[in-house]
Nanobody, 118 residues
Framework: QVQLVESGGGLVQAGGSLRLSCAAS????????MAWFRQGSGKEREFVAD????????NYADSVKGRFTISRDNAKNTVYLQMNNLKPEDTAVYYC???????????WGQGTQVTVSS
């Protein structure tokens, strides 16, 4: 079983920055991907960014590219999301997720609230 715990959410003004963290624990073997998703009020959950463990390849949603940066600390099994130039539309619950190899994202954290005021 894998457990993910997010932290770092909060209330910030538009244009501000925030750094989210997600620590993974449990039986994690081989290659894996860790990702961030978000879900705004009344909206569908959407992909934000992900990064592979071995290759380090990153992917970003167009809406956050250039503003958000995903990174990993493999020794700590932790993924980060540095969010700069935050906008009110970034307001959402942010979820950390993990998948093993080519499997789907089966492991999810509880989420952390990010609120950006105008």
């Amino acid at each position: 079983q894998v457990q993910l715990v997010e932290s770092g959410g909060g209330l910030v003004q538009a244009g501000g920055s925030l750094r989210l963290s997600c620590a993974a624990s449990g039986r994690i073997f081989g290659d894996n991907y860790m990702a961030w998703f978000r879900q705004g009020s009344g909206k569908e959950r959407e992909f934000v960014a992900d990064q592979s463990k071995i290759i380090g390849t990153t992917n970003y949603a167009d809406s956050v590219k250039g503003r958000f940066t995903i990174s990993r600390d493999n020794a700590k099994n932790t993924v980060y999301l540095q969010m700069n130039n935050l906008k009110p539309e970034d307001t959402a619950v942010y979820y950390c997720a993990l998948k093993l190899g080519l499997r789907s994202y089966d492991y999810w954290g509880q989420g952390t609230q990010v609120t950006v005021s105008s």
